[in-house]
C-alpha cells in the first residue's frame, strides 16, 4: 500500500517518464534506494521527492535528479559516476561538504536506481 | 510501532495496555446493546412507550459497571504508580524546549535525547522541567508524567527485556514541541553496565587529521558556548552535552539518524529541518570546514 | 396608552416594530438580537471550521510542509479558541436568547439592553481576536493557555494577550446571558407555567446559566492574574517566586471542565425537545431527565482535575476525581434511556432534524463510553494529551452540540424565516456529516494509541500513522461538505423555502402557539398554561391565546412589556416594562472594545478614554433604568390586577443584582482559593521577608471602618425607606466618606509595608486582594453617587428604591470581601507554622 501511493507519487513527479537506458542502475532496487534513503536521513540536507522527512536546505533538492546533466558540478550524471559519488564524494570534489557516508555498493547503487526514478 | 501504547516492555505498560483491552470489551459490549435497543425502537410496530422504570433499570446497571471499574482502575493505578520492589537505578531527566537532557547522577554521565536501561532492574526517573511545562512519554514503558516547573515528580518503570523504543513530549510546550522526542534502549544488563562506563569518560582523541580539524573549529566557532564536550574547553550548558554524541541513535531530538552526514546537514542548517529551534544557522563552514566538524563529532562514540 | 380606535394587536404591533434599514441594529428584542448572535456564532464556527481543514491538510502525511510549526500551533490554537469560547457557549446563548422567550410563553426576557449589550460585546470580542491574524500576534499558547508558556518570559509578544483580549469580552457577554437567563427563566415565563411544567430547555439553560455563574469567575481571576503576570511582573505563576503553573491549571479547568457540560446540556435539551416531536409523544422520564440535567450541572463542578491526572498530583485525590469523572455518566446514561425509550415503538417521522438526533445518539454514546475510558486514571496517563482525546471530546462536543444545534437550527427555521429548510440538501448534509465526521475521528482514537500526542504540526514517518491520518484528512473534507451544504440550504431557504405555516411539525411546546414567521410582538396575548405540552393538551386556548383572546392582549403601560411572575408557580405578579430600540448598547461596547483593545496595544492613554465613555455611558442607561410607569397597576385580562412596579426581593431587578453579585463573589471565591493554594505549595507563607509587616491594629481599624460604611449604607436606606429623605445622601455620603478614608489608610499601610509585588507571589496576592476590595468601594461609591443624584432628579423615592437596594448590595459585598480578606490574612498564616503578615 505504502509502495503504491509512493509509487503513485514518483510517477507524477516524474511526469510519467520512462527512465532512460543511460540512467539504469545494474543490479540497483530503486525500492531499496528510497528506503536507505530516508535510512539515513539524506533529509538532513536535501529535499528528497517520494521520501518524507524534513526539508533539509544544506545541499541542493533532488527534484529532477534524472535529468540533471551534472553530479555536484565536477562529473558527468551518469550510473558509475553517481556510485562513485555516493561512495565516498570528497574523492571525487574534495571541497564538498558531503562526507562519506559508509554506504555499500549494494546500497549506493540501490540509492542511484532510486535517484534516477527522481525525473 | 516504536512508539505504541499496546507493543509494552514493562509491567506498568502492560497493566494499562491490559486496562484499555478491558474497557474496549465493556464499551463494544454496551456500545451494541445500546445500538441494538435504538434500532429495535425504531423499527418496530407502533406501541406505547415503556415505563420510566426502564430508566431505572439502566441505571442500576450503568452504576454497577461503573462502581466495578472504578475500583479496577484505581487498583491498576496504585500498582502502577508504585513501581516493583528491587535496588532502583536513578536517573534523571531534564526537559528543554525542545530536547530531553538525561543524567545519571550516580556515573556522571549525561548525554541528550536518549535514554539506556538495562532489562530486569527497577528505574525511577527523576522529572524535572527546565523551563515550561513538558510531558514524558514512552508509551511502550509508561504513561505519562509531566515536567512542570517547581514540581520534580518521579516516574517508576521496569523494562522487562530488551527493546528500542521511541518516546515524545506529550505536553505541548511551544513551537517544537511536534519535534521533542526522544529513544530509550533497554540493554541487557551488562551491555548497559559497560556502555554507562563509557558515557561517563571523557571524549576520545580525534581518530585522524581531519577529525582532528574538526575539534579545533568546533572550539575555534565558538560552539562551546552553548555545548559541553568533556575533555575540551567546551563547557556550554544551553544545548545538549555531545560527549559522546557519536554513540546516540538521533540527533535533533530523535528526528534524524545520527551519522556524519546528518551532523553536518544539522550544523549548517539545523532551522531548516526543526525551525524555531535554539541552535543558529551555521553556514560560514567551507565544504570541508563542515566535514572536518561533523566527522569529529561523528567519531565521539 | 393606546390610540383612539387602535385595537390591542394594533397597538402591541405598534410598541414592538421593529425599526427599519440600519435602525434595525438598535433593536434590543430577542427575536433580532438572538438572530445576530446566531448569525454571528455560525461565522465563527465556519472561520474555526476552515482553520481545522487546514491542520487536516498540513497532518495528512508525514513532515508536510504545508503549515510551519509557528503557523500550525496559532491555528490550532485559535480553533480551539474559536470553537470552545466563541462559538459553542455563545450560539448556545444565542439560541437560548432567540428561542427561550417563546417557548415560554413571554414577549421578550427581562433585560432586552442587557442580552443586546452581551451580544455586541461577543461580536466585537470576536473579532478582535481574530484581528490578531491581521496584526500578526496570533495566540499560540493552545486555547489552554498554560503557564508558564503563556507567560511574559517564553511568549513576550502580544498573541497571549490577544487570548485574553478575546476570553474577556467573552466573559462580559457571558454575565450578561448568565443574568438574562436565570432571572428570565425564573421570573418571566406564561402562567400557569410552574417549574414542574416548564420544557426541557428551559431547565437545562438554567442550569448552564448557574454553572457560567461559578465557572466563568474563575477563568476571569486566572485571566487578570495572568495579564498582572504578563504585564506587571507579578508572579503568581512563577515557580521561582513562589508561584505555582498548576495554580493556572486549576483556574482553567475549574471553568474548562463545566464549560463542556455548557455546551453539552443545550445540545441534550435540545435532542429532548425534537425526539419528543417526532415521535408525537411526550419524553418518557421527564422529571429524571430534569434531575440529570440538574446532577450533570453538579458533578461537572467536581471533575476539573481529570484534566491534570499526569501532572504528578497525589493518587488518592486522583481517585476522588476519578469517581466523579465516571459518575457523570450516570445522568448522561439517565437521558439516553429516556430517550431510548421515548422512541421505543413510537414509528417516528425522518425528516431531517430527526436524523440529526439519531446521528447524536450513535456519535454520543462513543464519546460516552471513550469519556468513561479518559476517567480511569492509569488509562489516561497513556491516552491524555494524544488524539485518542481528540477524538474522545469531538465525538462528545461534535456529536453532542452540533449535530443536535443543527437538527435544531432545521426544526426551528420556521420561526425567524417563516419557511422549512429543503428536506433533500437537508438529508444530504445530514449523511455528509455523519459519515464525513466518524471517518475523520475515529482513526485518531487508534492514532493516540499508537502514540501520536496532540498539538503536534507534524511527525515523523514510519510510526504506523501515516494511512490513519490521511484517512481522517480525507473525512474531514467530507464533513466540511456536509457543513457547507447545510449552510447553503439555510441561506437558500430563507426566501424560497417551502412556507411553513402553523406548527409545521406538530410540537407541543409554546413557541409554535402563533403564526411562522413570529411576529415582533411575539404573539397575540400571553397563554395560560397547564400542562408541559400546552398545544398538545390545551388547543382551543392555545388557539385563543393565538387570536389575542388570553392574558397581556394590548400594551398597557405605554410600552413595551413582559409578564413577571412567581419564581415557582408561576402566577403573574407584575408588568414589566421593558427597553426598547436605542443605540446605547452598542456605544458602549464599543467603548468596552476601545478600552481593552487599546489597553492590548499598551496605549494606556486611549484605553483610559474609553473607561471614561464606557462608564459615562453605562451611567447613563442606569439612569434610565428602574423606571415606574404612572398607572400603579394594571389590567392584564380575566381580571388580573397586577402592579406595574416592585421594589421587593421577588423583583427581577433584585434577582439580577443579586445573581451579579455571585458572579462577582465566585471570583472572589477563587481569588481566595488561589491564596490558600499557593500558601499550601509554598513552604513558608508568608515568606520571611514579609512576616509582621503590617501591624494587626492596622488591619483591625481597617476592617472596622469597612464595617461601619457597610452599616451607615443600611441605616441610610433604611431612614429613607420610612420616609426620612435626608437619611440616604447622609448614610451614602457617610459610607463614601468612610471608603475614602479606608482606602487612603490601607494603600498607605500596604506601601508602608514594602509589600513590592514583583518580588513574590505572596505580596502580589495581598495585593491583588487588597485591591479587588478597593475596586468594589469604588464601584460602590459611583453607585452611591448616582443614587444621590437620582434622589435629587426625582428618581428615587421611599417607593421608587430599587437602586438603593442595589447600591447598598454593592456596600455589603465591598465590606465583605475586605473583612473576609483581612481575616484571611490574619489568621492562615498564623495558624500554617511561621508568623504570620501581622505583629500582634
Known sequence: ?119 | MLQSALRTATPQAESLAGLWWLMLGLSVAVFAVVMALLAAGLLMPRRPPPGERVIMVGVGVTVVVLGGLLVHSTLVGARVAAGTDGDPLRVEVVGRQWWWEVRYPQDGAVLANEIRLPAGRPVEIALISGDVIHSFWVPGLAGKMDLVPGHPNLLRITPAEPGVFRGQCGEYCGTQHALMAFMVVVQPPADFARWLVGQGEPAAEPADGLAARGRALFLSSGCGACHTVRGTAADGRVGPDLTHVGSRLTIGAGILPQNVGTLGGWIANSQAIKPGNAMPVFDQFSGGELRAIATWLAGLE | MSAPGESGREALNRVWAQPRGWRYFSEVNNTAVGLWYLAAGLGFFAVAGVLALLMRLQLAWPWMGFLGPEAYNQVFTMHGTIMMVVFAVPIMEAVAVYVLPQMLGVRDLPFPRLSSYGFWCYLLGGLLLLSSFLFGPVPNGGWFMYTPLSGPEYTPGLNTDFWLLGLTFIEISAVAACIELIVGIMKTRAPGMSLDRMPILGWAFLTVAVMILFAFPPLLLGDVLLEAERVLDWPFFDAGRGGDPLLWQHLFWFFGHPEVYIIFLPGAAMVSTILPTFCGRPLVGHQWVVVATIATGILSFGLWVHHMFAAGIPLLSLSLFSAASMAVAIPSGIQVFAWLATLWGARPRWDTPFLFVIGFLVIFVIGGLTGVMVASVPFDWQVTDTHFVVAHFHYVLIGGAIFPLFGALTYWFPLPSGRLMDETVGKWSFWLMFVGFNVTFFPLHVLGLLGMPRRVYTYPGGLGWEWLNLTATIGAFVLGAGVAVFFANLAWSWKRGRPAGHDPWKAGTLEWAGPTPLTDSGGASVPRVRSLHPLWDQPAEMAAAARGEALMCRPTTHGRETLRVSAVSAEPQQVIQVSGPGWSQVAAAAATAVMFGAGTFHLWGVAAAGGVVTLALLTRWAWHSDRQPPMARVDIGQGIVVPTYAADHSSHAWWAAVVAVLFDGAAYLALLSAYVFLWLVNPVWPPPPWEGRIALGDILAGGGMLAVAAVLAHAGAGLHRRGRHWALPAGLGGAVAVAVAVAWTGLSTLTAADLGPTRHAFPATVWVMALYTLVHLGVATLLALLVLARQAAGLVTPVRRMTVMMTVLAWDFAAFTGLASMAMLVLWPATGGGGGICTW
Open chain 1, 1 to 119: 500500500m505504502r509502495m503504491a501511493v509512493i509509487l503513485i507519487a514518483a510517477a507524477v513527479l516524474a511526469g510519467c517518464d520512462e527512465i532512460p537506458p543511460e540512467h539504469r542502475v545494474a543490479g540497483g532496487d530503486a525500492g531499496a534506494g528510497r528506503r536507505t534513503v530516508a535510512d539515513i536521513g539524506c533529509a538532513a540536507c536535501h529535499q528528497v521527492p517520494g521520501v518524507a522527512g524534513p526539508a533539509g536546505m544544506v545541499g541542493p533538492p533532488l527534484k529532477g535528479f534524472g535529468r540533471r546533466a551534472m553530479i555536484a558540478g565536477v562529473a558527468a550524471n551518469r550510473p558509475e559516476a553517481l556510485v562513485r559519488w555516493l561512495l565516498d564524494p570528497p574523492a571525487m570534489a574534495p571541497g564538498t561538504a558531503m562526507p562519506d557516508l559508509g554506504l555499500t555498493e549494494a546500497q549506493a547503487r540501490d540509492v542511484a536506481a532510486f535517484l534516477y526514478t527522481l525525473r
